[in-house]
């Protein structure tokens, strides 16, 4: 994170919890409630301040009763979505979170940065990434830690800058995968080296030959390699929506293909589609699509949007692109007939910024299950699959290098989820959907 952007408040215990983030099943809401009454227990000026939305109706009705039935209406106050977190958490004490599981919480990391005192659930992984003293199991734990007069900012703010500083921390990283190319490319020199002093291999564990041709130097036969080495440490995000949101915050954004085709209006009236919930934390945003009647949707929603075609209208899209940060293209490059043709008039747009393109995964294990009650699972409109190998080769044909590689998926709570989940843990490259992050690499393409 940017340390610069949270100043230390060193604000000490008080009365104002906080809950920053969306609100849905995978948050422990029912947790969040029982701590917020046993905080009421020890003093009634208790008070839970949350910034965030709810993403399903029914925990919405479910958290609205029971806040009632509690008596805990003058101790919850909804504040929505908050685009300035800082200056939100100016005013707190502490910081809640009572997920059953998390990844790298950014609402504790942003609040431990201005000195706020995080109390931390035990979902697994929590102890790993935060002291073991803010973390608690059961309700009688959130009270003596509640409780408890040990409070230090600074310690706080210390941990966030040793652990999660980008300042810290991305020269690191950056060394260390520049390491792992390093010694990448040098294997692969050796590999090949080794194949130009031994005869072909015909093994399908080294290579699968494609059948012999003739060649110019002394007819030695060719051989293709039809194994591509994927690397073993990709990461996944079990919400898709969730991270192109939080990559857009704070920048200007072009945001193509921001139509809901079909299901607009419905969307529109349940505030539920991905272009509100990026224009709620973008500092601009205009979206592009080819969905005459959605954009007309959008427009009346007060959205600037404009009709654009990546494949036909490149001095639009070049136009557009000139005023932002960032562009996304979220699910759309499996609708274009000629996605060279699109990828090759954004690569002419000579933007510098990063670009994030998402698309279903050719390999999804939810997919590939529904074959066998004879189901594709695919939307009607799609014209092909994409792996993360020919995605990959597709991207780098047309000029762009890969910054940032991720698996999504879409978690359910049910055995099907389940099972899924399990696989995942397994193998990544099953997930549901690809996930890049790519910038124009400067040559020419092709």
């Avoid at 209006?265 to 601009?284: D, F, M, P, S, T």
């Avoid at 427009?299 to 404009?306: D, F, M, N, P």
């Avoid at 390999?363 to 990959?392: G, I, W």
Wanted: charged letters at 25%; glycine letters at 6%; a neutral charge.
């Amino acid at each position: 994170m940017e340390l610069d952007r949270y100043p230390l408040h060193r604000n000490g215990p008080g009365r104002n919890i906080c809950y920053v983030g969306y609100l849905n099943h995978k948050k422990g809401l029912s947790l969040l409630l029982q701590c917020v009454r046993e905080a009421v227990k020890i003093d009634r000026l208790f008070k839970l301040h949350v910034a965030g939305d709810f993403q399903e109706e029914r925990f919405k009705v479910y958290m609205h009763h029971l806040i009632g039935e509690m008596g805990l209406t003058d101790n919850v106050q909804f504040h929505g979505w908050v685009k300035d977190v800082p200056a939100f958490l100016r005013e707190m004490n502490y910081v809640i979170s009572t997920s059953p599981w998390e990844g790298c919480p950014n609402n504790l990391i942003e609040a431990m940065a201005c000195g706020i005192k995080p109390l931390i659930h035990n979902w697994k992984g929590s102890r790993q990434l935060f002291p073991e003293s803010l973390v608690f199991n059961s309700l009688d734990d959130f009270e003596e830690l509640l409780r408890s007069t040990d409070y230090d900012s600074d310690s706080y703010r210390r941990h966030v800058e040793v652990n999660f500083n980008a300042a810290r921390n991305m020269p690191r990283i950056d060394a260390f995968l520049a390491s792992l190319l390093a010694a990448r490319q040098s294997d692969r020199r050796s590999s090949q080296s080794r194949k130009t002093t031994l005869p072909v291999s015909h093994e399908v564990s080294d290579q699968i030959a494609a059948p012999p041709t003739p060649t110019s130097e002394g007819g030695q036969s060719e051989t293709i390699n039809f194994l591509q080495p994927l690397g073993k440490g990709i990461g996944f995000v079990d919400n898709r929506k969730q991270f192109t949101v939080d990559f857009c915050r704070g920048k200007r954004v072009l945001h193509i293909g921001c139509v809901d085709s079909g299901i607009m209006k419905q969307r529109i009236r349940e505030n539920n589609y991905l272009h509100y919930h990026i224009g709620r934390v973008a500092k601009k945003l205009v979206g592009a699509d080819v969905d005459e009647k959605g954009l007309a949707r959008l427009k009346q929603a007060s959205y600037e949007v404009h009709k654009l075609d990546l494949e036909t209208d490149a001095n639009l899209l070049r136009e557009l692109s000139r005023d932002a940060d960032v562009i996304i293209i979220p699910e759309v490059i499996e609708h274009l007939s000629n996605a060279g043709l699109a990828l090759q008039n954004l690569k002419d747009c000579d933007f510098h910024g990063d670009i994030l393109i998402t698309t279903p995964n050719a390999f999804s294990c939810r997919a590939h299950k529904m074959l066998s009650q004879n189901v594709e699972l695919v939307h009607p409109d799609h014209n092909c699959y994409y792996s993360v190998t020919t995605l990959a080769t597709l991207l780098r044909k047309h000029g762009f290098r890969i910054e940032r590689l991720l698996m999504y998926y879409w978690p359910s709570n049910d055995a099907t989820g389940r099972e899924f989940a399990d696989i995942l843990r397994a193998c990544p490259y099953y997930g549901e959907g690809i996930i890049a992050v790519v910038k124009a690499d400067g040559r020419p393409s092709g």
